[in-house]
RNA sequence: GGCUUGGUAGCUCAGUUGGUAGAGCAGUGGACUGAAAAUCCUCGUGUCGGCAGUUCAAUUCUGCCCCGAGCCA
């Protein structure tokens, strides 16, 4: 009794209303891997399910944090976990929904290397040498210290750079030394791993477009404007994210509503690729083309008897 | 109807003093271990509106035609 299935698909979809589905059927418990659904307040733009399908039907993992915190991988792996234990010590098998890739990733692979955290002082010293010089010669500098890791990232890849930095900085060796040590919890869950990898560009892409259009209808727009108004000058992360940064602009006066739309239908189209890069290459998990319902289902009931 | 101006990549446009063209955006494929819905990389042949003329050579010059915008009647 360790089980645990995993449904991965890209934006817009359908994989929300297909795990509802499921845990209809069966007796599983609903965890959300994704990386703004974790988000309080942050609902239209993120697809969230709304309140009442969340009090029927709870979704670990959903509105855990506050809109100025700020989240990690390593929390959310370890949060995870607790969820996961926590199902199965309910006796129920948890099914593990969402796009955030990397944190499936992480979970897939056991976790994550063993670092120290870094401090806010470390942050700021990281972020001084960015303004002060050049990423070339920060590349550089990166390049002599710890060769191995720089080959793996690109020159003009900032924020991958920085991060190096931190590594180095608060663990006082070099990121490829640091990021080598373990201290994992081998996986020792029974998986059903699930994909949806849509063949067809055009359908998602209409979807992406009806979802955009039905999400400012929902009142995007002012659930920005309501973020805004309760945390005038705090930094929000979430607010980086797809719809948000958009509407945004459009609230600044950057620009119009037309282009506020199409950006966000675009910017939501790059990161449906995206995630389904990620798709291909993450093996170890069972691939359709789309949400078939018959199939899928008799897969996680054949799943569950075994 | 006359004058002005534009028609170049899916979109917005640059350019060629005549040798068949290139940016941004979009799209595609990819990378990705603590903000990942982030960050970054790769990929550019299109009857240069149509027809004809001049020319060794026209998308570029000339003429006519078609379509759009503006102004004058």
Same mark, same amino acid.
């Given at each position: 009794?360790?089980?645990? &299935? @995993?449904?991965?698909?890209?934006?817009?979809?359908?994989?929300?209303?297909? *795990?509802?589905?499921?845990?209809?059927?069966?007796?599983?418990?609903?965890?959300?891997?994704? @990386?703004?659904?974790?988000?309080?307040?942050?609902?239209?733009?993120?697809?969230?399910?709304?309140?009442? &399908?969340?009090?029927?039907?709870?979704?670990?993992?959903?509105?855990?944090?506050?809109?100025?915190?700020?989240?990690?991988?390593?929390?959310?792996?370890?949060?995870?976990?607790?969820?996961?234990?926590?199902?199965?010590?309910?006796?129920?098998?948890?099914?593990?929904?969402?796009? @955030?890739?990397?944190?499936?990733?992480?979970?897939?692979?056991?976790?994550?290397? +063993?670092?120290?955290?870094?401090?806010?002082?470390?942050?700021?010293?990281?972020?001084?040498?960015? *303004?002060?010089? +050049?990423?070339?010669?920060?590349?550089?500098?990166?390049?002599?210290? +710890?060769?191995?890791? *720089?080959?793996?990232?690109?020159?003009?890849?900032?924020?991958?750079?920085?991060?190096?930095?931190?590594?180095?900085?608060?663990?006082?060796?070099?990121?490829?030394?640091?990021?080598?040590?373990?201290?994992?919890?081998?996986?020792?869950?029974? %998986?059903? %791993?699930?994909?949806?990898?849509? %063949?067809?560009?055009?359908?998602?892409?209409?979807?992406?477009?009806?979802?955009? %259009?039905?999400?400012?209808?929902?009142?995007?727009?002012?659930?920005?404007?309501?973020?805004?108004?309760?945390?005038?000058?705090?930094?929000?992360? *979430?607010?980086?994210?797809?719809?948000?940064?958009?509407?945004?602009?459009?609230?600044?006066?950057?620009?119009?509503?037309?282009?506020?739309?199409?950006?966000?239908?675009?910017?939501?189209?790059?990161?449906?690729?995206?995630?389904?890069?990620?798709?291909?290459?993450?093996?170890?998990?069972?691939?359709?083309?789309?949400? +078939?319902?018959d199939n899928i289902e008799s897969r996680v009931r054949d799943f569950l008897k075994s």
């Amino acid at each position: 009794m360790n089980k645990v &299935i @995993s449904l991965l698909g890209p934006t817009a979809s359908g994989k929300t209303e297909f *795990a509802i589905f499921l845990k209809k059927n069966f007796d599983l418990e609903i965890i959300s891997i994704d @990386s703004v659904m974790i988000y309080k307040y942050f609902n239209i733009g993120t697809a969230k399910p709304n309140e009442s &399908i969340l009090k029927k039907i709870p979704h670990k993992m959903v509105n855990i944090i506050e809109p100025f915190e700020k989240f990690s991988v390593a929390k959310f792996y370890s949060n995870l976990l607790d969820c996961i234990n926590e199902a199965h010590s309910k006796g129920k098998v948890p099914i593990l929904v969402g796009g @955030s890739m990397m944190y499936f990733k992480t979970f897939f692979s056991g976790g994550l290397s +063993d670092l120290e955290n870094v401090s806010e002082s470390t942050k700021k010293k990281v972020q001084e040498i960015f *303004a002060s010089k +050049d990423l070339e010669n920060i590349y550089d500098f990166l390049k002599k210290l +710890d060769p191995l890791i *720089a080959k793996n990232i690109h020159p003009n890849d900032k924020y991958r750079i920085a991060r190096m930095l931190e590594i180095y900085f608060s663990n006082n060796e070099i990121p490829s030394i640091a990021l080598s040590r373990y201290s994992r919890n081998v996986q020792c869950f029974n %998986n059903l %791993n699930l994909s949806i990898i849509p %063949n067809d560009r055009t359908l998602l892409h209409n979807n992406i477009e009806k979802r955009t %259009n039905s999400m400012i209808d929902m009142g995007l727009i002012d659930e920005v404007l309501d973020l805004r108004n309760k945390y005038p000058k705090q930094f929000l992360p *979430a607010m980086s994210s797809i719809g948000y940064k958009q509407v945004n602009q459009y609230l600044l006066n950057d620009i119009d509503l037309l282009s506020m739309k199409s950006k966000i239908m675009a910017a939501t189209r790059q990161l449906a690729k995206r995630q389904i890069t990620w798709l291909r290459h993450l093996d170890a998990t069972t691939v359709y083309t789309s949400i +078939d319902y018959d199939n899928i289902e008799s897969r996680v009931r054949d799943f569950l008897k075994s």
